[in-house]
């Protein structure tokens, strides 16, 4: 995996501080805290995979989730793999998504350091 990049936008956490792992799985790691700023990061440049925590939220105007204009930009990548961590309890939820958006994998809660390192040793 040497010279791979890995965006992760941590927006609420609740899972461990996984930025040593992607760097030993041979990551360069960028991290960001919101969607507002992973997509001015996009911008600039494309990593090969992108961390990200679906939220699930009824209170958005024309949307569902704050993943849904990410999922838009990455229509446009299919090259980008998004590696999604999502409550279980909105798994419904996300399966609508990715009935419209690419996910390449989803991990519930709890989020562990194992359960990610075997998806991106996957990759």
Known sequence: MSGKRLLAIVELGGYPNLIPLYQRLGFQVDWVTSQRKARAWLKKQLPDVIVAEYNYQTDFRDRSSNLETLGAILQRHPQVKLLVFYPP???????????????????????????????????
């Open 89 to 123: 309890q909105h798994e419904a939820y996300l399966e609508k998504f990715r009935q419209r958006f690419p996910v390449w994998q989803a991990i519930p809660f709890p989020v562990t350091e194992e359960k990610v390192e075997s998806v991106l040793r996957g990759l």
